[in-house]
């Protein structure tokens, strides 16, 4: 369900941002699943929607901002968020910066989702 919360905001099919897109977007879906089966410690989808959000649970009558996931150009790859307009960002990799190891990556997604900083500290 988080997968379907969270709208990832694309670049166009394609050009050669999207395909970078596409690479940082399944090793985020490839968490959320790691996640969800709970092989990421304290952090579980709850925390990745607060995290978003503001909140851990969908509520009943939804968001009035849909969430989504916005993909911008970054020193570092521990995620932001803006609360306030429902939006997680997800660094990208370039070639001066690519990304790193999928473990380094998952142990920051663990980082950023485990406090209330939202990626700012």
Same mark, same amino acid.
């Given at each position: 369900?988080?997968?379907?919360?969270l709208n990832p905001?694309?670049?166009?099919?394609?050009?050669?941002?999207?395909?970078?897109?596409?690479?940082?977007?399944?090793?985020?879906?490839?968490?959320?699943?790691?996640?969800a089966s709970g092989?990421?410690?304290?952090?579980?989808?709850? /925390?990745?929607?607060?995290?978003?959000?503001?909140?851990?649970?969908?509520?009943?009558? /939804?968001?009035?901002?849909q969430p989504s996931?916005?993909?911008?150009? /970054?020193?570092?790859?521990?995620?932001?968020?803006?609360?306030?307009?429902?939006?997680?960002?997800?660094?990208? !990799?370039?070639? /001066?910066?690519?990304? !790193?190891?999928?473990?380094?990556?998952?142990?920051?997604?663990?980082?950023?989702?485990?406090?209330?900083?939202?990626?700012?500290?």
């Amino acid at each position: 369900m988080l997968t379907h919360l969270l709208n990832p905001q694309f670049s166009a099919e394609g050009s050669n941002r999207r395909q970078r897109e596409n690479s940082t977007y399944t090793l985020f879906i490839k968490y959320m699943r790691e996640a969800a089966s709970g092989r990421r410690g304290a952090v579980n989808l709850g /925390s990745i929607l607060r995290f978003a959000t503001g909140t851990e649970e969908d509520s009943a009558l /939804s968001f009035a901002l849909q969430p989504s996931i916005q993909f911008m150009e /970054s020193a570092n790859f521990l995620p932001t968020a803006n609360t306030c307009i429902n939006r997680m960002n997800l660094s990208l !990799p370039d070639e /001066s910066n690519p990304l !790193p190891l999928q473990e380094e990556l998952f142990n920051l997604f663990d980082l950023a989702f485990c406090n209330t900083f939202f990626g700012l500290e």
